[in-house]
């Protein structure tokens, strides 16, 4: 039922609905609860509306465009700041109607007909009642339904909105073989656009991006088989529903629970205009409704085929989800629609004049003229060079050997968090004017945007000296990593044209190992690293002479947790890269073991640090930078969101120099889904003293239940003392536990309060670490930790403004 990937949620997306005027969703409207035959509803008459009983639901004209108008079913209550209603059906979306003299009428046969100011008919049921009179009524659940009233208790249904949906799916609306939703085509124009939600012909539900050029199916993943994604063919009934609880089901096993799961709200699913489904719900706000994101189908944006169009480029952004850029060498087509992409400034195929640039941890997924196994780049380079409709080729690193992938056309373009090239084929006057970093002055290579803040942090006005310091060095470092992560590149593509057999995977390697390799590499799991929720880590040597670290997990106690699923998964986990998160090398999936292959980290856990009093304050206060940005790039930079979901100084790694790295992100998801029957977060996780509050109170998880564990962490690291400790040993005047984070706040508090004035500083700073520090850097540190540890998760600020607050004190 679970998706390859991890999910997590979106707290508060607005929908994102605006029109050109919002004069029709007027509540000042005399409410009509049925249209009885030989009546009709008229643009002339916008705001007499439709109105279910319940008040939830009015249905009438709604304006879509300069005197342009859809006969809609929308939310009578305004969600949203600018009070446009929130559309969920829609009669005629591609054929809207003029302002004046429009009407829809129920006619004497039974025929419901949307007429436009000339008379023509857009639209109509195509109905006819024979006994009995029709009657049209918006009922309670948003369905439109047309009756033929003959005095039964049980009208005789005619027809009614729920079959034919648009873009959105009320609870309890059938998704049967003949419904489809269809997104709108822009955040303004309502009429039908490229995405849509189907069952295809196999039985699943898919969804398919049909633009202008190019049809491709993009979900379920289209490079996992249907029965590797957790699907079913065999089921021919083809149903899906939400309920009112929030759950999911579908006829081909697919099936989800929204985060706010049996708590009483109105929600809708919608195919939005990005091609994501999303579920929200209706929450009440201070002065108004709110529809906040409970559930979506992709975490990461950029896997929704077609998003940018062709040609381009599909990166991470914070604020919009993603961000859209031209392939050197190419520009936009049409400036304010992305959907066309963008279009060559060269002419095409100037044979002998081309050369190639090298977009790397670019993936174009798709249209392969041809595939050749196991060459050298210059083959590769070769053989499209030959090829006048080769635009440029995917150069893979697969087992050991390089492949190429000559591809025509270059779309659904988007950047990956591991070692995959791409390289577009240019007239050489463009190729050689490429600067790697920018892609039409937009970063689009992760390892690159390590440097950037770093590059930025000395440029500001006030700032200590001894942070200065630190982010030269840190600065120095990011520049050695990216030189030597090239440096291994080119040694191994040296390697792999010259002696493509002694190869090693190293600035890649990421690979399946057999259970046996790892019984020897550790020497029969004799030498045992440490233990935790998930498995017990063992020390090991692999053949190519790496230590590794290597973690055994608990065994599966759920038999359908299929080898394909812990694959999709790992992989995930395994294509996440960045100098502060733990290296994933690989991973070993037989029969019930299930391990996973690290880097081995010389200087143990942070945990074990703290004990023995190794760091000094500029050690620690790097330790939090470092992890700041592994947590930060984890939830949100380049990839799938991942939640960490058990953040504490025994997952945070130190390696030789101490450089800190975060460990064990994503196992929760990988090693206990057997015992998670309700939702993927029924279960608590995380460790005592570390968690955030929603975990006990049974609120939506989201990634600030790590950015709350980070905070605790941080106290931690400056205070030395042990959360776990503080609970146990402390009382305070109330008799109950005092914890960290009050007997912190409670000295700041008492020391603003005190008439002799100290540093509170000064006083909650662990006396036994050895050092100098700035004891403006070392407050701010504490403040930023204090806003982590917020009760109210909203509250709290996103790992990545933490590494901005950390790099850019106020
Ligand atoms: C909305 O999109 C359709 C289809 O692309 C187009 O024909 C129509 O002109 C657009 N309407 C507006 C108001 O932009
Ligand atoms: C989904 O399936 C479960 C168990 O098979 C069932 O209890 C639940 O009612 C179903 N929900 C819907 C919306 O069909
Ligand atoms: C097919 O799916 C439907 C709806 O989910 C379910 O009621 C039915 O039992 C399934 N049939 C089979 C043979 O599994
Ligand atoms: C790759 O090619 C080289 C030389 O062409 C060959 O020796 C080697 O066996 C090939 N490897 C694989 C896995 O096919």
Known sequence: MALPTLFCLVPLILLPFTCSSSSSSSSSSSPTHALSKGSSLSTDHKHVDLVSPNGLFSAGFHQVGINAYCFSIWFTEPVTRNANPTIVWTANR???????????????????????????????????????????????????????????????LLWQSFDYPTDTLLPDQPFTRNSQLVSSRSETNFSSGFFRLYFDNDNV??????????TSVYWPYPYLKSWEAGRSTYNNSRIARLDSNGQFNSSDNFGFFVSDFGIRRHRLMKLDVDGNIRVYSLVDKKDRKNLEVQWQAFSSPCRIHGVCGPNSLCTYSQETGRKCACVHGYKQ??????????????????????????????????????????????????GCLQDCNCKGFQFKYNDGIYDCYLKNLLYNGYQLGFENSMYVKLPKHLSSSFHPRFIHGSIFSCPDNLIAPIERSYEGKHRSESLKVLLWFGGAIGVLEILLIHFFLYITWKDSTTTA????????????FTYAELKKATHNFSKEIGRGGAGVVYKGELSDERIAAIKMLKEATDHHHGEAEFQAEISTIGRLNHMNLIETWGYCVEGKHRLVVYEYMENGSLAKSLLSDKLNWEKKLEIAIGTAKGLAYLHEECLEWVLHCDVKPHNILLDADYNPKVADFGLSKLFDRGSTENSSFSRIRGTRGYMAPEWVFNLPITSKVDVYSYGVVILEMITGKSPLEMQQTSGNESGRDQTLVEWVRGKIRDNNESVIKREWIEEIMDSSTIGEYEKETMKNLVKVALHCVEEDKDARPSMSQVVNMLLHPE
């Open 333 to 382: 087509k049409n400036p304010v629609d992305w959907s066309y992409g963008c279009e060559p400034m060269f002419k095409p195929c100037q044979q002998g004049e081309e050369d190639f640039v090298e977009l790397r941890f670019v993936e174009f997924y798709g249209y392969d003229i041809r595939y050749i196994n196991n060459r050298t780049l210059e083959a590769c380079k070769k």
């Open 205 to 214: 539900l898919s969804l398919l991006y049909n633009g202008p050029e190019i």
């Open 501 to 512: 057999q002694s190869y090693f995977p190293i600035a890649s390697g990421f690979k399946r």
């Open 94 to 156: 591609d054929v809207p109607v003029k302002g004046k003299h429009s009407k829809l009428s129920l006619l004497e046969n039974g025929n419901l007909v949307l007429q436009d100011a000339d008379q023509t008919v857009v639209w109509s049921t195509e109905t006819k009642s024979t006994t009995g009179s029709p009657v049209l009524q918006l009922q309670n659940n948003g369905n439109l339904v047309l009756h033929q009233m003959n005095g039964d208790p049980d009208p005789y």
